[in-house]
């Protein structure tokens, strides 16, 4: 069973750092596009990052710079850093994993979610 | 960025009533357009993929169309599990992918 499970958020100080993690389980992090999706609270969906399976990294313009994504192919585990963090970070980070049909990348799994709160 | 415009923001309707989202790109993006719901605390799930293919599991009475940039999702007939918000996305460019804002289906 496909299965991601996110870790890492709580409470941070404006210009602090924070690392989310997503376990995965089920299917191989390193083979798929893995990607990161926030919410701030009350609205909508928002790309953070991407994870090619063969290593390359983008990232939404509003976090370029600040945010790193990157995987454990030990762990089965993607990650993300995110440093110098503001209050407009507030959001619940979701792990997904874009499916491979024919080059659509549709998100089929995600995780439950994890919060982060930025403020002092 | 290629920009995704959805309406309606929100919409009140009843159980059995036939639901149609529209989403329009800010470019042509041929059919690569997914739907996804989301109930309160929960994570978005998979509807549609490639405007107008189910996934697996997805109920039948739920459809895709659409292609250039003008996109629809249809609910046959709403059931009272599909309470939530709604939202399309573009896959064209999968450096930047993007959401609507979002459709909000209640009561």
């Known amino acids: 069973e496909v299965q991601l499970v996110e870790s890492g958020g709580g409470l941070v100080q404006p210009g602090g750092s924070l690392r989310l993690s997503c376990a995965a389980s089920?299917?191989?992090?390193?083979?798929?596009?893995m990607t990161w999706v926030r919410q701030a609270p009350g609205k909508g969906l928002e790309w953070v990052s991407v994870?090619?399976?063969?290593?390359?990294?983008f990232y939404a313009d509003s976090v370029k710079g600040r945010f790193t994504v990157s995987r454990d192919n030990s762990k089965n585990t993607l990650y993300l850093q995110m440093s110098s963090l503001r209050a407009e970070d507030t959001a619940v980070y979701y792990c997904?994993?874009?499916?491979?049909?024919?080059?659509?990348?549709?998100?089929?799994?995600w995780g439950q979610g994890t919060l982060v709160t930025v403020s002092s | 960025d290629i920009q995704m415009t959805q309406s309606p923001s929100s919409l009140s309707v009843s159980v059995g009533d036939r639901v149609t989202i529209t989403c329009r790109a800010s470019?042509?993006?041929?059919?690569?357009v997914n739907w996804y719901h989301q109930r309160p605390g929960k994570a978005p799930k998979l509807l549609i993929y490639?405007?107008?293919t189910l996934q697996s599991g997805v109920p039948s009475r739920f459809s895709g169309s659409g292609s250039g940039t003008d996109f629809t999702l249809t609910i046959s007939s709403l059931q009272p599990e599909d309470f939530a918000t709604y939202y399309c996305?573009?896959?064209?460019?999968?450096?930047?992918?993007?959401f609507g804002g979002g459709t909000k289906v209640e009561i």
């Open positions: 997904a994993r874009g499916r491979d049909s024919s080059g659509y990348f549709p998100f089929d799994y």
């Open positions: 089920g299917f191989t992090v390193s083979s798929n596009y």
């Open positions: 994870l090619y399976s063969g290593g390359n990294t």
């Open positions: 470019q042509s993006i041929s059919n690569y």
């Open positions: 490639a405007a107008s």
């Open positions: 996305q573009q896959t064209y460019n999968t450096h930047a992918v993007t």
